[in-house]
């Protein structure tokens, strides 16, 4: 089946790619959160 093989040709370099991308994102995102909570504790403090 064509799904089995989802890492080969243009497609799933496309897919990976994404993912890769979506990944970082999250990162970023909940790198920023973290600052963002570490701002608010020192200011309740």
Excluded: F, K, N
């Amino acid at each position: 089946m064509a799904g089995d093989r989802m890492g080969t040709g243009i497609v799933g370099s496309e897919r990976q790619r994404g993912i890769a991308e979506l990944l970082e994102h999250h990162q970023q995102v909940t790198g920023r959160s973290v600052e963002v909570l570490g701002d608010v504790m020192r200011v309740d403090t």
